[in-house]
């Protein structure tokens, strides 16, 4: 495995005071939660496909000839195969390993988990564990409609919930290598919004929702102000003038400055990570194209955010 423990200090501190106990050996392995819908399963392609704009926007282009490609070159070993991180393990819907390219919607996809685990692998000497949880399509109005909003709780609010306790209760099955440690539930992040956007009462019910779905995970999983990162749905850009979708992101901003969630949910603006289609894998723009630049950015950024969160607990 390439080292990966190269970026400054100021992250490990950070990281550690998710941590209490005096004796690293024995604290417990911080765990994270990533949930949303189809952006946060992931769409960005790894392999170049010379078909599609000269391959420009893949993972594969941008370690080999993006402008910014030295930043990225943690991401691949010296023979040219990409790195899988022996310190960030990820379970998703089932499927468990280390953290490597292809944890997206299919193995040649990457989602938000590649940039969010690289930042919390870098910033811990300790492993650290990625619980994903999403699926395209669904809308915090019906399908993740937590039981404070009223009305029928929503299906995959429910199995959010079970799935991250029955994973958080059986980690030494999933992750033989780990038995014997502890494991705590460090923090959520949230990538969502499309199906929310493209509905107007949902649209306007949006803050409310994502407040109330908040409170109840924090209430199921027992952790009162367990740290909460949103990405914004900023899929169109700097440009977005979509009157749904302006104000769909200005309530995911909302939510995070609201009083009571001040120091322990966090807001991440995503629409300078929007690449063109002319330089990205597809023109799919509820997607961002495709481009996995755009998907590493987004966890990086969220995986930023949630550290710093994590040094006010």
Known sequence: MSDH????SLLLF???????????AEDPIPVFVLAGQSNMVGAGRVEANPDRNGGMGSLEWLVEESPEKARYQHLREEDGSWSSRDDVMIWYLGRTGELEPGYGANRDTIGPELGFGSV???ACEEPVILIKIAWGGKSIGKDFRPPS???EVGPNY???VDMTKDVMRDMATHFPELEGRTFELAGIGWHQGWNDRVNQAFNDAYEENLSNLIRDLRTELDSPELPFVIAETGMSGKDEKHPRALSLMAAQAAVAEREEFKGNVGFVGTRAFYRAPEVSPSGQQYHWNSNAETYYLIGDAMGR???ELCTLK
């Open 5 to 8: 423990r190269s970026m400054p």
């Open 14 to 24: 950070s990281m550690l005071a998710i941590l209490s106990s005096p004796s690293v």
């Open 120 to 122: 919390l692998g870098e």
């Open 149 to 151: 909003s009223g009305g």
């Open 158 to 160: 429910r199995m959010l």
């Open 305 to 307: 955010r949630m550290l």
